[in-house]
Structure formats: C-alpha cells, structure tokens
C-alpha cells in the first residue's frame, strides 16, 4: 500500500520520471533507470545529479533500490520480475497500464494525487487532452480511403493493437498497418511490409541531442531505403518518412507532441498551424 505522505520514489518508468518532473516533484524522485531505450538523463539532465541510477526496467539493482528506501516504486505491467523481491522487503511496487492514451491521463492525474502536485498534474492533463483533442478534431472528417497506411518501427520493432501508439497513429489520421495483431510489439517482418505497401513509414529513435538525432535519423531512413525489396514500397517511392525522438514516443508528459507531428506528417494540409519541433525529421 503507498503511504499516504510520499517523499521517495524511485521510478523505472521514464515517462512516469517525466510526468513528477512536469509538476515540479522531481526532489521526491530519488531513483530512476537511465537505460535505453528511453534514458532518463537525455531529456531532464539535472537526473544524474537528483537521482541514482538504479538500472534498466527489465533488469533493475534490487540492492540499489532497497538502500535508496522508496516509499514506492514505479514499473509497468510487463516489468514484474523484480516486484515480489522488492515487496518482499516491505517496499510498495506500483504497474502502471501503458495500453491507450486515457491510461496516460489517468497516470498523470495519479501521480499528481500521490505527490502533492493535483493543480500542477491537472494542468498537464489538460495539455495533454487539448492538444489530442485538437488532433482528433482535424482528422474526424477523414473516411477510410483518405486514412494513410503507416509501418511504424522502433527498435527493431512495431506496435500492435493493444497498444497506445496505434491509437496516436489512428487519431492522427493513420492505419498502422501491424494495428491488428495481437502481439503489443510485434517483430516486423519484411515479406508482409511490402505486401501492405505502406503510405508513410514512421521511425522512432533515441537520442541525446539535435545533432545525434538529424544523424541518426538520416542513417535509419538510408538504411531503410537500401532493404531488398523495399523500393517499390510506396513511402519508399515517394520519400514519406518521418523520424521522431523518443522523448515523444514515451509514455509521458510529452507525447502529445508526438500526435501532432504525426499528424502534420500524414495530413499536412489539415496541420497548417502546427510546426515540427527540432526532435521531428520529415522528409518529402
């Protein structure tokens, strides 16, 4: 059970790192993963110094965390391995839901009540709601065939129908083309990518700064273009690619930023008010 006065966290969820950073709670974060794929120390620098790194999610140090005496911890539902040995130790471990955008309000407005910080978790709700909102009102009109086929990859791999990052791609006006299966993060397969014949091909990476990330993005797009195969893929054809930093992919404070930019991308004529931030490359 979490104590009612929570002055410890450790968090192995960035997003949940970004979301106590937002409503100003980062003193109470005194432990957090700095592990790729989404290390917390690229987006609020000033983690190194306010929170000891406690390893990846997926292989956490159980002493670490236990020194640091956490009034609770933060994973997901797929993080579990580590639970029992940290709740066995007295430690309350909580696994937050990463499956639709109304998980992602519902987190914030938690962490909010749990930190002190409800005006301040209210407020980035709101931010969050508007700017989904907004997304969803411009792409509503849209029937199936202006909808545009999306791949989305990340690390190797996409994303499935239980999954967040489907719903952003249908919001923005999109069909992911692996929205069906039942796999969240499904490994692509070439064969079957090229029989979808993708519109538009979404690619998430990480990285720390501008330069890392114009570099790495124009590298992943070069590499995607020389795949056996893939050049007869209409995105591919046509040069729709669109890379985003996973700072906004994650499950935090500012992945509505990611909403908008797909949208921009599939339907710029409908995001004429929207800019790019400097962590979007589009090319096309």
């Known amino acids: 059970m979490i104590p009612k006065d929570v002055t410890k966290i450790v968090s192995l969820v960035s997003g949940v790192t970004g979301d106590l950073y937002e409503m100003g709670a980062q003193d109470k974060v005194v432990g957090a993963t700095q592990a790729l794929p989404y290390p917390t120390k690229y987006y609020y620098p000033e983690s190194e110094i306010l929170a000891k790194d406690v390893g990846g999610i997926a292989n956490i140090n159980v ?40 998980d992602l309000i519902w ?41 545009k086929k999306v791949y989305v990859e990340s690390s ?15 919001k923005a006006g999109g069909i992911n083309i692996y929205g069906d299966s039942p796999i969240k993060q499904p490994v692509p397969s070439y064969e079957f990518i ?12 990480v990285a720390k700064d501008r330069e890392e990330f114009l570099d790495k993005a124009k590298a992943a797009i070069k590499e995607i273009k020389e795949r056996p ?20 992919l994650n499950f935090g404070p500012t992945h509505d930023e990611s909403i908008l930019a797909m949208g921009k991308f599939l339907h710029p004529e409908l995001f004429t008010d929207v800019s790019y931030s400097e962590f979007v490359y589009v090319t096309g």
């Open 194 to 205: 090229i029989q979808q014949n993708p519109d538009n091909i979404l690619i998430f990476i």
């Open 107 to 147: 987190n914030i407005k938690f962490l909010g009540s749990i930190v002190d910080k409800t005006d301040e978790a209210n407020i980035l709700a709101e931010k969050m709601q508007t700017n989904i909102k907004k997304v969803g009102d411009k792409t509503s009109t849209l029937d199936k065939t202006q909808m």
């Open 63 to 102: 002493e670490e965390v236990v020194k640091l005496e956490p009034d609770v911890v933060f994973t997901t539902e797929f993080f579990l391995a580590n639970a029992k040995a940290l709740e066995d130790r007295g430690i309350p471990v909580v696994a937050i839901r990463l499956d639709s955008l109304a």
């Open 156 to 170: 190797g791999k996409s994303y499935g129908a239980s999954s967040y990052c489907t719903e952003s791609i249908v």
């Open 229 to 248: 195969g893939w050049s007869d893929i209409k995105a591919v054809k046509n040069n729709k690619f669109c890379v985003i930093e996973n700072r906004y």
